[in-house]
């Protein structure tokens, strides 16, 4: 048990409903990470918080797309008008800041399926 | 040419054989270098970060070579419990910022 927790583990919607995530990192990480990944796939980099900022997002994340960690500790993503392609695991790290700030521990996911 | 390559594999190999595999990556000037174990339909799970100098853990060695911009994951004495996929990740520069780039694994099957 790595002590990041996702909530749900599993999310069927239908088309054009919005959906949320939520993240419960580590305790004492100040880092948190959303990936997305797809069947044969490493995972692929969404967005970055360090505490509550958010640094980084990818380009390869829509409008429809939005996180935010209001308090620097838990964090939601909303995939708002969800299409079938948005049908992925999608996972939370975190991680420590200092020299180890890149190794990171990850949730059990949650798997999302847009019908 | 993608960030961050691995032979997806699979590799079948015999209870008690060694096995390695490679990443290669394409940004010379990355810096952090990982690899990950992912078990069918869950999450990664760190196994262990790669230094310059290489390090070992266990039955399990991982080497750089940046001249030759790849790391290696050498497993020796394969059990069955080390089937899964193999991950590496490096410290990359994409999008104008340093990302951690994810290979998509390669999958290793031990048999009996």
């Known amino acids: 048990d790595t002590g990041v927790s996702q909530d749900p583990r599993h999310k069927i919607t239908k088309r054009g409903q919005n959906v949320t995530f939520r993240c419960d990192p580590i305790?004492?990480?100040?880092?948190l990470y959303w990936y997305r990944q797809t069947l044969g796939q490493g995972p692929e980099f969404l967005t970055y918080?360090?505490?509550?900022?958010?640094?980084?997002k990818s380009r390869l994340l829509s409008d429809r797309f939005s996180a935010e960690r209001p308090k620097g500790s838990f964090s939601t993503l909303e995939i708002q008008r969800t299409e079938q392609g948005d049908s992925a695991m999608y996972l939370c790290?975190?991680?420590?800041?200092?020299?180890?700030?890149?190794?990171?521990?990850f949730g059990p996911g949650t798997r999302l399926t847009v019908l | 040419r993608k960030e961050v390559e691995q032979d997806p594999g699979p590799f079948n190999v015999p209870e008690g054989a060694t096995v390695a595999f490679n990443c290669t990556y394409s940004?010379?000037?990355?810096?952090?270098f990982f690899w990950h174990r992912q078990d069918c339909r869950k999450e990664p799970k760190l196994l262990m970060s790669?230094?310059?100098?290489?390090n070992e853990d266990g039955r399990f060695t991982a080497q750089l070579n940046r001249a030759s911009q790849y790391i290696s994951l050498l497993i020796r004495d394969s059990k069955l419990s080390d089937s899964a996929t193999y991950l590496c990740?490096?410290?990359?520069?994409?999008?104008?910022?340093?990302?951690?780039?994810w290979g998509a694994g390669t999958k290793l099957i031990i048999k009996p």
């Open positions: 790290a975190s991680s420590p800041s200092g020299t180890t700030g890149n190794e990171q521990f």
């Open positions: 305790s004492e990480h100040n880092r």
């Open positions: 918080f360090q505490n509550e900022a958010q640094l980084e």
């Open positions: 940004n010379s000037a990355s810096q952090s």
């Open positions: 790669v230094y310059s100098s290489g």
């Open positions: 990740v490096v410290l990359g520069y994409m999008d104008s910022n340093y990302q951690l780039i």
